[in-house]
């Protein structure tokens, strides 16, 4: 394999250092989908949701709970409550 250029290990290191914030992120933004999806779309999404907040370190009964629930009013709770962590 290639050896990576100062800047490719920069962009890889910078990566790293903001991942909670690039997750959070995503679980935003899937929030949002989740209130607009449906049918098998919606199924798909909470499996997405499931694996984001898996990579948050948010304990699998939370986790089981919101998917059981299929609440994106409880999954905003919980963007919110982590966001005020921050």
């Known amino acids: 394999m290639a050896e990576r250029t100062k800047y490719q290990q920069n962009i890889i290191k910078n990566y790293y ?18 209130y607009l999806a449906a049918g098998k ?4 999404l909470w499996k997405k949701v499931a694996t984001t907040l898996e990579k948050l370190k948010i304990a699998q009964s939370r986790i089981d709970h919101l ?20």
């Open 67 to 86: 998917v059981k629930t299929d609440n994106p009013a409880l999954l905003a709770k919980l963007v919110e409550e982590l966001l005020a962590k921050r």
């Open 17 to 34: 250092q903001n991942q909670d914030a690039i997750l959070m992120q995503r679980l935003g933004e899937q929030v949002t989908e989740l």
């Open 41 to 44: 779309a919606r199924e798909k």
